[in-house]
T-cell receptor, first 113, second 111 residues
Framework: EPEVTQTPSHQVTQMGQEVILRCVPI?????FYWYRQILGQKVEFLVS????????KSEIFDDQFSVERPDGSNFTLKIRSTKLEDSAMYFC???????????FGPGTRLTVL | QKEVEQDPGPLSVPEGAIVSLNCTYS??????FMWYRQYSRKGPELLMY????GNKEDGRFTAQVDKSSKYISLFIRDSQPSDSATYLC???????????FGGGTRLMVKP
């Protein structure tokens, strides 16, 4: 069964460093998303991406964040200058189209020291 | 008022019990209702997906949506220890739009 994959599974970085989280969505899907979950808290929406542009973003997704689909398979989330409060699980999700729902990857655990 | 509210639990039941998990929401524009299961430090796994009101059944799982009360439910019949996880409701106002999640209910099924 097709699935969303994410790499790395765990990323440790120093405050102020840039990180790139990678996702490979399900191959025929058209909509792509990033969510995050701080330990013990709700899953929160960050951004959605369709037709090579951001379609929706939350207040969390400020200028420090960017997304890119550099080729036909990868979808990346970049955090330019990480803060301690960016420590969280980051989930990528994808959706085919129409009345369907989002399928999530296993997540990348980001630890900012 | 929070957009989506969910009792955090934990909910502890014996094996074989019927489990009822619930969420309430505030925005009547929501049309798409999902239930995800999440094991510790893993990604949400889709269980059930319902559009608008009504019931949907899949094996031991039944999802109900009552839009007039802004209330959604997930029932698990013949619960198993492997059902022990956190159950997340997620809601959207349109296909393709962002999901708004509840905080999750932690379920423990004891053998």
């Amino acid at each position: 069964e097709p699935e969303v994959t994410q790499t790395p599974s765990h990323q440790v970085t120093q405050m102020g460093q840039e990180v790139i989280l990678r996702c490979v969505p399900i191959s025929n899907h058209l909509y792509f998303y990033w969510y995050r979950q701080i330990l013990g808290q709700k899953v929160e929406f960050l951004v959605s991406f369709y037709n090579n542009e951001i379609s929706e973003k939350s207040e969390i997704f400020d200028d420090q964040f960017s997304v890119e689909r550099p080729d036909g398979s990868n979808f990346t989330l970049k955090i330019r200058s990480t803060k301690l409060e960016d420590s969280a699980m980051y989930f990528c999700a994808s959706l085919a189209s129409g009345p369907d729902t989002q399928y999530f990857g296993p997540g990348t655990r980001l630890t900012v020291l | 008022q929070k957009e989506v509210e969910q009792d955090p639990g934990p909910l502890s039941v014996p094996e074989g019990a019927i489990v009822s998990l619930n969420c309430t929401y505030s925005n009547s524009a929501f049309q798409y209702f999902m239930w995800y299961r999440q094991y510790s430090r893993k990604g949400p796994e889709l269980l059930m997906y319902t559009y608008s009101s009504g019931n949907k059944e899949d094996g031991r799982f039944t999802a109900q949506v009552d839009k007039s009360s802004k209330y959604i439910s997930l029932f698990i019949r013949d619960s198993q220890p492997s059902d022990s996880a956190t159950y997340l409701c997620a809601i959207s106002n349109n296909a393709g739009n962002m999901l708004t999640f509840g905080g999750g209910t932690r379920l423990m099924v004891k053998p």
